[in-house]
């Protein structure tokens, strides 16, 4: 019955998913209400599973897999997710066994299984694109950075490394630690949080992070989006949903049913954009307004037609794909390579294959979205 079950749940996810990646379709709003038979699978876990996540719009799938009752209908019943204000509070929780998934920024989930020796695989992706540099008023062209403060939310992410780039094109170069003499920005590690008033008082000039916040500093007409994140990694995954290893070891069905749920809620986000900030605002996950966070699933290309070098991209379209690409691993670990980091990088010189090898369990996910009737297939990084 438990693997009938599943089937039901996936193809269900399935008929709203499509081979791009879970397209939604008109007039499923209801879809998975409430199926008898899915509250009859025998649990998981002896006891409820616990989520961190930090108040971002990248934690959607994991909040909707717990909200709608996707990972109880997984048999595997969660805990109200636990929420936390920084990148390193969330993964010293998961490090530590209060949690038993998150979704982490990629490239500190590397960092901290190859640099660290933190227990701890990534077994999905929980989103793609979703990250803006976001400047003030004042700042119309990236070399009117030069002299100014930027903020990233962790050396160790896609922020970091896409920030750098973006200045590096511009004739900017990036330093941390020192005040930024001319012809150069300095990166400044802060708190997702943070970043709004801080570029309100004037104390940075931009901030590079995950949504809400570019649509926040909009509402609140502090600042603007300067360039979406997607317009330079096209459907790039800045998170990606991470357990502890001990969880794969003892009861993989966990693991599964956690990735049939994150599948199912991809697949609901995807059919119910107009919905989704209502839904994470009213139930209490995301503290910013609910205007700004639906903002950011139903952003249209028109206002943002001047700054996309790439429209046929869609950067600026918060996407929704599970499978953890190899390639995208692997590229990541190459721009890691070429970027500023305070910290050691040593571990980075390990062949970039074999690191997705050692951080990435990607057998749970492939079940899921094969049992969906959703590709696994490779695919090629476009990175401008």
């Known amino acids: 019955m438990a693997d009938l079950d599943r089937r039901t749940l996936l193809r269900t996810a399935g008929r709203v998913g499509a081979a791009a990646g879970l397209t939604a379709l008109a007039g499923r709003g209801a879809w998975l209400a409430a199926e008898p038979a899915l509250s009859r699978l025998t649990p998981a876990l002896d006891r409820e599973l616990r989520i961190g996540y930090l108040p971002i719009t990248d934690a959607s799938a994991l909040l909707v897999a717990h909200e709608r009752g996707f990972l109880a209908a997984a048999g595997l019943p969660s805990a109200r997710p636990i929420l936390f204000r920084s990148w390193d509070a969330l993964a010293q929780a998961l490090a530590v066994g209060e949690v038993d998934a998150v979704h982490l920024l990629m490239p500190f989930a590397l960092q901290l299984r190859l640099g660290k020796q933190v227990p701890l695989k990534v077994v999905s992706w929980g989103h793609t694109n979703g990250s803006t540099l976001t400047v003030g008023t004042g700042v119309q062209h990236t070399a009117d950075l030069a002299g100014s403060r930027v903020a990233v939310p962790s050396w160790w992410s896609v922020h970091s490394v896409l920030t750098q780039r973006i200045l590096r094109e511009a004739g900017l170069r990036p330093v941390h630690g020192t005040p930024p003499a001319p012809g150069q920005v300095e990166l400044v590690v802060m708190a997702p949080a943070d970043m709004v008033p801080a570029l309100a008082s004037g104390a940075i000039a931009g901030f590079t992070v995950a949504d809400p916040f570019s649509a926040v500093a909009e509402a609140k007409q502090v600042g603007h989006v300067h360039r979406f994140l997607g317009d330079v990694w096209h459907d790039h995954a800045c998170c990606a949903i991470t357990v502890r290893e001990d969880l794969i070891a003892t009861r993989p069905r966990a693991v599964q049913a956690l990735t049939d749920a994150v599948v199912a809620a991809q697949a609901w986000l995807e059919a119910n954009r107009a919905g989704a900030g209502a839904l994470l605002t009213g139930g209490g996950y995301l503290p910013q307004p609910e ?66 090898a050692d951080l990435v369990e990607d057998r749970f996910v492939t079940a899921s979205l094969a049992a969906a009737g959703l590709p696994t297939s490779a695919r090629q990084e476009l990175i401008a």
Do not use: K, M
């Open 291 to 356: 205007p700004a966070v639906s903002r950011v699933f139903t952003r249209t290309p028109e206002p943002y037609a001047g700054i996309n070098r790439h429209p046929d991209w869609s950067p600026e379209r918060l996407g929704f794909s599970a499978f953890p690409q190899a390639g995208y691993t692997e590229a990541l670990v190459e721009l890691l390579r070429e970027t500023s980091i305070d910290g050691d990088t040593s571990f980075l010189a390990t062949d970039a294959a074999s690191i997705h």
